[in-house]
Structures are given as structure tokens and as C-alpha cells.
């Protein structure tokens, strides 16, 4: 992944739509997909194209349109989530202005409440439960895994480390995140990159919920 790690960043703030103007940043690729994120300016779009591969989009900021080759338009907001088969032509549209992630895989393994081209949130996937935690994964490859979690409040994951590099992406609440031995804050719409093999630990402040990219071979 092409973040630094160990600190709090949003997706949103850090890839601001140019005016005028779409924007892709590679996050981190594999052979068997990736993580991209797109910027939309306002009253700008991205061609519909035909991709061998699922391609989950989650809106971080703005009201992202999604339009299918037959007509087909969805409307993501904020926090919205659209799973795309392969062989769908799509592309995106803007009118004021979006943010969005792209999670891209082949050879795709899917949890079966995934429907694809229904909008969702990933954190309605998982329940809070009292003094638990709560783990869902919803897709994984050769080469990634994604999962979603809910935590109680005062519940945590004591310290470990990844096989590979983790992206963490809040959801719902606060939560502290320990990494190699310092504490930093991660507040709902805020992100936090592990690297591979570094020490990390998240406790719940409050009702908690996050999902949890790793990725298990960056190239």
C-alpha cells in the first residue's frame, strides 16, 4: 500500500477532487486486484468500461452516480456501497463533486448477504453485541481479504501483527488505536494503515465498528 503507516488520515480530505477534473490514486495492487481511489469534480465523469473483475465502490465523500451500459444508474451517498459483476460496462458521474474507493478482485470469494447491484453499508453488516466482538468477512482472493467488525464499548483486540499490510477504515464511533506503542484516536470516515508485521491493538471508546483490509502480497 502506498500510504505511510501509523497515523489517522481520511480518504476524503486527502484526494479532494481537482476542479474540473478525475483523479485515480493507486492505493495498493496485486496480481489479482487492488485498491484505487477516484476523485470527481463537479459535472465530470469516468466512460463506462468492462472490467474481467468484481469491483466493490464505497462513496467517502460527495453523491457519487454509478450508470451500467443498460441504463442502469445507482446513487451512492456517503458511506454507500455497490458491488459490480464482471463484464458490467460502468462508469461514474459526478454532478457536485465525489470521492470514492474501488475494491477490485479476481477469482473472488463473496459473503452470500452481498448482492450484487444493491447499495449497502458495511456497517450494517454487523451487529453490536453486548461485551463482544463481532466479525463478518465479506470478500477475500488470493491476495486480500476484507472483513467488518463491531466492538462494545471497553472491548479490544490485544496487540498482534498482520502477515501483510492492513488498511483499517472506521465506521461507526471512536476507537484507540495503538500502534508500535503509541496511541492514536480514530474517529468515524477516518483511516488507519498497519504495515506488515507492526505491532498494533484497538479498543473500543464507545460502540465501535470498523472494516479491515489486509492485503497478503503487495507487489
Known amino acids: 500500500m502506498t500510504k505511510n503507516a501509523g497515523y489517522v488520515f481520511s480518504m476524503a480530505r486527502e484526494n479532494v477532487p481537482v476542479p474540473g477534473c478525475t483523479v485515480s ?60 459483476p464482471p463484464g458490467l460496462p460502468a462508469g461514474m458521474r459526478s454532478g457536485r463533486g465525489a470521492v470514492c474507493t474501488e475494491i477490485s478482485a479476481r477469482r473472488l470469494s463473496m459473503n452470500e448477504i452481498i448482492k450484487q447491484g444493491q447499495v449497502f453499508r458495511l456497517r450494517d453488516l454487523v451487529p453490536y453485541q453486548e461485551g463482544r466482538i463481532v466479525n463478518r468477512d465479506v470478500m477475500k482472493s488470493q491476495h486480500m481479504k476484507l472483513a467488518v467488525m463491531s466492538f462494545d464499548r471497553g472491548t479490544a483486540l490485544s496487540e498482534h501483527a498482520a502477515p501483510g499490510d492492513a488498511l483499517l477504515l472506521a465506521l461507526d464511533g471512536q476507537a484507540i488505536v495503538r500502534y508500535e506503542g503509541v496511541d492514536h484516536l480514530l474517529h468515524s470516515g477516518e483511516s488507519f494503515r498497519f504495515a506488515k508485521g507492526g505491532l498494533h491493538a ?13 492485503a497478503f502480497n503487495d507487489v
Do not use: N
Open 25 to 84: 490514486r493507486t492505493l495498493w495492487s496485486a496480481e489479482d486486484g487492488g485498491l484505487v481511489c477516484f476523485s470527481l469534480a463537479a459535472g465530470t465523469d469516468i466512460s463506462a468500461e468492462i472490467h474481467p473483475y468484481h469491483r466493490l465502490l464505497r462513496a467517502e465523500a460527495g453523491v457519487l452516480e454509478v450508470f451500467a451500459g443498460d441504463g442502469k444508474v445507482w446513487t451512492l451517498k456517503e458511506a454507500d456501497c455497490l458491488l459490480l
Open 202 to 214: 484497538v479498543r473500543a471508546q464507545e460502540p465501535f465498528k470498523m472494516a479491515l483490509l489486509l
